[in-house]
């Protein structure tokens, strides 16, 4: 048996910090051409080489003049010059203005010779070749002369400016067609584990094998951070072929990042590659999530090894490695990046180490910012879309209460609320319903975790097809019904007619979780056939082959039946007609959408129920679905 390598002795976040200061991810200097300059970082100073505009230019489509001969003119008195030429932009002027001349001019265009004003056209009238000035003009007057934009030998730009549309429009100005710029790290991702397959590959689950999360997450991180991510295949935990794959990406890029295989375990082989091929700097560190991060240098890049599990992969990048990116690509933080708010329910912690705590945002009726605790486990990759961002919980903090000011730091500047935060039941109705309300969010947790959230201020709606809870001040929006029974293959090959047949035969089941709606619907239903029958709940229920095997999402049961895993599973009529299955009806539930009462007026609230009772297309398409009543 392998010796396990275990973390002792890990290193304070502030070490972390400073190991991968330490390391050199500076890249070279690029030249690029201004068309693909957006975003780019300056390198160095630019001084302008001519001057903006080259010429005197008109400013207005106007008359060129003396201003001499205008002096004294007004609406009632106006002064007449001769008409002598005109002067469009972008040619060359082949007319001189005179004493008591004009030339009609374009605004762009080159101020002839002679003239040192413009009149506005508007402030003219015409009398065949004679123009009227009704207004009195001094030398200057809207011409913008030689160099007043930009004068050459000027200092246009600074190093360290971030180039935008503004910053491209000066440098085409000044005629520059290639810029140089920081360079833009690159960023090798190497994915370890032989559980991993590529998006878009086979998966055989039963072979515990999961989708490469981290590749893609990490690459558009780096890319946001002003990196050039380079995906490399993923490595297996043979140390031949992770080396091999660890070593290609450090020849070909300024920093390897990796994730997974870092944990203290016997087939965790990474940390021995760095330390036998390059230099490890720090392996373990006391953050929650994130311990087992490794920090070193392999041949001559730089290397950080990330967490396995997505959200702890992400958390660690956001919190430790992409501040060196942006460093080293000359990119600021982002402005805006953290907001202040208050816990909606109180949040325990004890383990004595810094954490970086999941935290999802939601206002409530006074349009004050709660922050409510994320947590699915690090292995749970809907966490990343959940969470607003991250709460940095000190090591020495028990617990957070609610109404504590805490302060988030966003996963991007540019997060907002959810217009309405609703949790409860996974119903193919609402899923739809849900997509004519702006920037929802909604988690299809059950009916129990829904009116929970609803009680502890943290939901501002609860969908549920338990009962309307008595105890519980909720006002009720809207209901609907759907049919639910038992999902079969198509066809209906063992001939199950109801739950006599889930008890009495040999078949087996898959049920859904207790937090459901439906697993409630089935044990009240298991109840009135046990007492039917005259026998005792409990021993009913046994005789299931399943019925303790559960699945959370509605469609889950019904995937199995379809896939072989089961013959029967707990459903919808619509989860059965939409998957091509065969359906046998057991009851009817009522679904109710529930509102905390000082939240109901907001707007996305009222959308969503707007949504409800102007959606009877979405109730017609759905296979055992009717609208209620309101009340």
Known sequence: MSERKEFRDLAPPERAHEAIAELDLTPDTETVPLAE???????????AALDVPGFDRASVDGYAVRAEDTFGAD????????????????????????????????????????????????????????????????????????????????????????????????LSALGVDEVP?????????????????????????????????????????????????????????????????????????????????????AVDVIYRVIEEQGELLLHGVAVKPGKPML?????????????????????????????????????????????????????????????????????????????????????????????????????????????????????????????????????????????????????????????????????DIAVTSAPKPDRLEVDQLAMWRREWGLVVPEGNPDGVTGLASLVDDELAFVNRTSDSGLRTSLSEAMAALADERGVDRHDLVEAVDGFDRAVRAHESPARRVRAGKADIGLGLEATAEQLGLGFVPVGTETVRLLAAPDRADKPGVQQLEEAV???????????????GDKA
Do not use: W
């Not at 300059?37 to 001084?47: C, I, Y």
């Not at 605790?373 to 990759?381: H, I, N, Q, R, Y």
């Open 295 to 459: 920090v070193g240098t392999l041949d001559d890049s730089a290397y950080v090894g990330l967490p396995g599990y997505p959200v702890s992969a992400l958390t660690i990048f956001r919190t430790f490695v992409a501040p060196a990116i942006r460093r080293a690509a000359g990119k600021p933080e982002p402005a805006g990046a953290t907001i202040t708010g208050q816990m909606a329910v109180e949040e325990r912690y004890t383990e004595g180490r810094l954490r970086y705590m999941p935290a999802g945002l939601v206002t409530d009726g006074d349009g004050k910012t709660l922050v409510y605790p994320v947590d699915k486990g690090s292995g749970a990759t809907t966490s990343l879309v959940e969470a607003d961002g991250v709460v940095a919980v000190d090591p020495d903090t028990e617990y957070l209460g609610a109404g504590e000011a805490v302060e988030v730091q966003l996963f991007s500047p540019d997060v907002r609320p959810p217009t309405v935060f609703g949790v409860g039941e996974d119903d193919p109705a609402l899923a739809r319903l849900l997509d004519r309300v702006d920037r929802p969010r909604y988690l299809g947790q059950g009916s129990r975790p829904g009116l929970r959230r609803l009680r502890n201020g943290v939901a």
């Open 613 to 627: 009772h102007s959606g009877g297309d979405v109730f017609i398409s759905l296979a055992g679905y009717k609208t």
């Open 37 to 47: 300059a957006r975003g780019r970082v300056l390198a160095e100073r630019l001084d």
């Open 75 to 170: 609406e009632a008195d106006p002064e007449r010059v001769e008409l002598v030429g005109e002067v469009h932009a972008g040619e060359v002027p082949n007319v001189t203005v005179g004493p008591g001349q004009c030339a009609e001019i374009s605004t762009g265009a080159v101020v002839p010779e002679g003239a040192d004003a413009v009149v506005m056209v508007e402030r003219t009238d015409r009398e065949g070749e004679t123009v009227l000035i009704r207004t009195s003009l001094a030398p200057g007057d809207r011409i913008m002369f030689a160099g007043a934009d930009v004068a050459a030998g000027e200092r246009a730009l600074g190093p360290g400016t971030e180039i935008t549309a503004r910053e491209i429009g000066l």
């Open 181 to 265: 710029v920081r360079g833009r790290p690159i960023v090798g991702i190497v994915s370890t584990g032989d559980e991993l397959v590529r998006p878009g590959d086979p998966l055989e689950s039963e072979a515990g094998q999961i989708y490469d999360v981290n590749s893609y997450t990490v690459a558009a991180g780096v890319a946001e951070a002003g990196g050039e991510p380079e995906l490399y295949p993923h490595a297996g935990d043979n140390r031949e072929q992770m080396e091999r794959v660890l070593r290609k990406a450090a020849d070909e890029c300024d920093l390897v990042l990796s994730s997974g295989s870092t944990s203290a375990s």
